[in-house]
C-alpha cells in the first residue's frame, strides 16, 4: 500500500463527513478517520522515511473524485447491486516529474470544447488553486506541500463535480520537518 492509497482514504472519509446526519455513525466515521490519518502517518513516515503528515489540514475530497481514485481498485461487484451514485472522470496527468514553481504539460482525454478556458486546480488542505492551463501547460504552484491532488476544470475560482472536465491525479511533493521540500 503506497502513501497515495492510505491519503485517499482519509480524504474520502473527510469529504463524506457532511453528509452524516446520524450522531451515532459520525462518531463511528470519525473513529473510521482517525485509524486512517495513523495509517498515512505511519506509512509515509516509516514505510516511506519522510514527513508523517502532509499538513495542516487534510483535503476533503467530492464523492465523485475519490470514485475517480478508488475505481481501480474494485474488481467486480454482484449483478443485483444497485448502480452507483458517482461517476468517474478522466484521468489527468501532469509531466513526468512536476515539481512547484515548474511548468508542467497537462495530458487529458476531454469531450470539452476547445474554446472553453480550463485550469489546474490543486487542492491543498481546505484550499483550491487555481492556474490556467494555456497550450497543454499549466505551473504548478510554488507553495505545494505533500499530498496534493490536482483536476482540470472549467472555472476559475471553485472546482466541483459540475465543473471539473479530468482529474484528479494525485502530486506528491515530499518535505522534511522544517517545511523545505526534499
Known amino acids: 500500500m503506497t502513501e497515495a492509497d492510505v491519503a485517499l482514504g482519509v ?3 473527510t469529504g463524506a463527513a457532511q ?20 495509517h498515512a502517518s505511519w506509512v ?17 475530497l467530492t464523492l ?14 454482484p449483478s443485483t447491486n444497485p448502480a452507483l451514485p458517482v461517476k468517474a472522470f478522466p484521468a489527468v496527468s501532469f509531466g513526468s516529474n512536476p515539481t512547484p514553481g515548474s511548468t ?10 476547445a474554446s472553453t478556458p480550463l ?18 501547460q499549466t505551473m504548478i ?14 472555472n476559475d475560482t471553485l472546482a466541483s463535480d459540475l465543473n471539473i472536465v479530468a ?3 494525485i502530486l506528491d511533493f515530499p518535505f522534511n520537518s522544517q517545511g523545505q521540500l526534499v
Open 64 to 77: 465523485n473524485t475519490v470514485y475517480t481514485l478508488a475505481a481501480s481498485f474494485i474488481t467486480s461487484c
Open 11 to 13: 480524504s474520502a472519509y
Open 141 to 154: 504552484p510554488q507553495n505545494l506541500l505533500g499530498t496534493v491532488y490536482a483536476v482540470v476544470c472549467t
Open 19 to 38: 453528509f452524516i446526519t446520524n450522531k451515532d455513525y459520525l462518531t463511528a466515521a470519525a473513529s473510521v478517520l482517525a485509524t486512517e490519518a495513523r
Open 167 to 169: 482529474g484528479p491525479a
Open 104 to 113: 508542467a504539460t497537462v495530458s487529458f482525454n476531454s469531450t470539452t470544447d
Open 119 to 136: 485550469y489546474a486546480v490543486f487542492f491543498t488542505g481546505l484550499s483550491q488553486i487555481f492556474s490556467p492551463i494555456q497550450n497543454g
Open 44 to 60: 509515509a513516515s516509516t514505510v516511506n522515511g519522510g514527513s508523517g503528515w502532509s499538513g495542516a489540514l487534510d483535503v476533503p
